[in-house]
């Protein structure tokens, strides 16, 4: 049976009228009227009597009906969970989450999943018009409707030294210290970094030297490590080189915030139980 002719015959019943019904459906009501009477003769017995004012179930129609409506549910529910698993959910990451995505992924045992390098901002706006379904990334300022964020940690800032740096010698270092250096940011997430960083200073009525930029947070650490300056968007527990140091800052600085972002009407709940996993373990 042509599941088509169930949802006409669903349609009819809702419209009360085949004129209405054609109209509703975008066909000719005498195609709409030939499609009813083929499903009538498949199945043995008339489902609506006419009139002029209109159709009308009869009892075996409302026995049918009660049941085909059952019936095309469960076969759509069925062929969008047959597509959620056949189609391929794309994962955004910002640059230096390797090892946080790599925690997420391992809570993840079903559906194909896709990752793909890219800025939060970038991130927030593929998400927001169903390019991408989720993505990790820092934690932006605001955020379109639709597009939905779980805080996955905060991370103190540490400033990240060369060992032979005339700072790397204090337990602690001061921003006035450091803004004094000049301060290696990763171009990708610049923005949302400078904010995130600057803002620290900017209370103390500060002004740091900004330095070099670099691609990545790869090419920070290496920066850093041929003397070009301190970073602050490295998150202490990194694997760094043994001649780099992470130091402690005396005064608060806004902390390094991991969201996950993800687009609220995706079919991507696994991914969603998986960043709550992975925020309650810290």
């Known amino acids: 049976m042509d599941l088509r002719y169930v949802r006409y015959a669903m349609a009819i019943a809702r419209a009360g009228s085949l004129r209405r019904a054609a109209a509703a459906l975008h066909i000719a009501q005498p195609t709409l009227s030939e499609q009813l009477r083929a499903l009538e003769k498949e199945i043995g017995v008339e489902l609506f009597s006419r009139s002029s004012s209109g159709v009308q179930l009869t009892e075996a129609g409302e026995a049918f009906l009660a049941q085909a409506t059952v019936a095309v549910d469960a076969f759509e529910r069925a062929v969008a969970a047959a597509r959620s698993k056949g189609e391929t959910a794309r994962l955004g990451v910002a640059d230096g989450l390797a090892d946080v995505v790599a925690r997420l992924l391992s809570q993840v045992h079903g559906g194909r999943l896709r990752v793909a390098p890219m800025g939060t901002a970038e991130q927030i706006v593929s998400i927001a018009d169903g390019t991408l379904q989720a993505g990790l990334g820092y934690a932006p300022g605001s955020l379109p409707r639709g597009v939905a964020r779980m805080l996955i940690h905060r991370f103190p800032v540490h400033a990240l030294l060369h060992r032979e740096h005339h700072l790397a010698a204090h337990e602690t270092v001061s921003l006035a210290d450091l803004a004094a250096e000049p ?33 990545t947070h790869d090419l920070v650490i290496s920066m850093v490590r041929e003397g070009a300056g301190y970073a602050l968007c490295v998150r202490e527990g990194t694997t760094i080189p043994d001649t780099l140091v992470f130091t402690p800052i005396k005064e608060d600085v806004p902390p390094l915030e991991v969201v996950f972002l993800w687009n609220r009407q995706s079919e991507v709940q696994e991914l969603v139980s998986a960043a709550r996993h992975l925020a309650r373990s810290g």
Request: overall charge positive.
């Open 183 to 215: 301060l290696v940011m990763p171009e990708s997430d610049a923005v949302a970094g400078a904010r995130r960083f600057l803002e620290g200073f900017v209370r103390h009525r500060l002004h740091p030297r900004l330095g070099p930029s670099a691609a």
